[in-house]
């Protein structure tokens, strides 16, 4: 089965807590999609966060399903980027753990039969009061080489995929949602509303905006929800 879920902001109390949303013992078998702003990788190296994140991260290897996220704009890039990148069902990933992986931007990946395509990334509103290498990183939006590789594999898939992950949400949907886009993400807000369009998808989960509710019949803001996939019906 798969799962998902938004922001975790590597709050490891929302693993513990996991079973209580599904009402399902999740097992080898199942996936946990994460919405962007995973956070687990986060503190740089040598700091006692990055050592409290690496005990946290063997703690969540030991737990029998796997977990799959795309980055959000709250991830330590230059520490994601250190880790091996390997081809997993199609697309790109890091692997961090035997059973954490990086999904990484504008990827298809094929799991069980089920197409899932992702999309990472987002400006920080809060960036003015980050610090940059230490809580904030330039990579935090997609770059044209993304985009272009993004293009390229949803062609590929002749534009027809089940599921669409992302961090933040087409630009239609932000303003469905009562909110206003930020200038400085317009560029992947309306990409994201060029796929909305012109790619064919069953479902699409997003984080970013930490909020949970359902805005279309097909598209979804995701939180502290946790929500089984399911080809047709609810969200
Ligand atoms: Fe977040």
Redesign the pocket.
Same mark, same amino acid.
């Given at each position: 089965m798969l799962y998902f879920t =938004?922001?975790l902001?590597g709050e490891y109390s929302r693993y513990l807590c996991l079973e209580r949303y599904t009402g399902e013992k999740l097992t080898g078998d199942d996936f946990l999609f994460v919405c962007?702003?995973y =956070?687990f990788l986060f503190y740089p190296v040598g700091s006692n966060g990055y050592t409290e994140q690496q005990r946290q991260l063997n703690e969540i290897e030991k737990l029998p399903y796997t977990t799959l996220f795309c980055d =959000?704009?709250?991830e330590n890039f230059d520490l994601l980027e250190s880790y091996p990148v390997e081809v997993w069902n199609g697309g790109k990933v890091h692997r961090i753990r035997s059973n954490i992986l990086h999904l990484m931007r504008g990827q298809v990946y094929n799991i069980d039969g089920t197409k899932v395509f992702s999309m990472g990334g987002a400006y920080s509103i809060d960036k003015y009061m980050r610090q940059s290498g230490y809580s904030w990183w330039s990579q935090e939006r997609p770059n044209n080489d993304e985009y272009k590789e993004a293009s390229a594999n949803l062609v590929s898939a002749e534009n027809n995929v089940d599921i669409i992950i992302s961090h933040t949400a087409p630009r239609e949907i932000i303003y469905r949602m009562g909110r206003v886009p930020d200038m400085h993400d317009a560029e992947l807000t309306g990409f994201l509303e060029w796929i909305m369009y012109e790619v064919s998808f069953k479902k699409w989960y997003f =984080?970013?905006w930490?909020i949970d509710q359902v805005i279309t019949d097909k598209v979804r803001a995701i939180y502290f929800d946790v929500v089984r996939y399911e080809e047709k019906g609810s969200l």
């Open positions: =938004g922001d902001h962007g702003d =956070g =959000g704009n709250h =984080g970013h930490h």
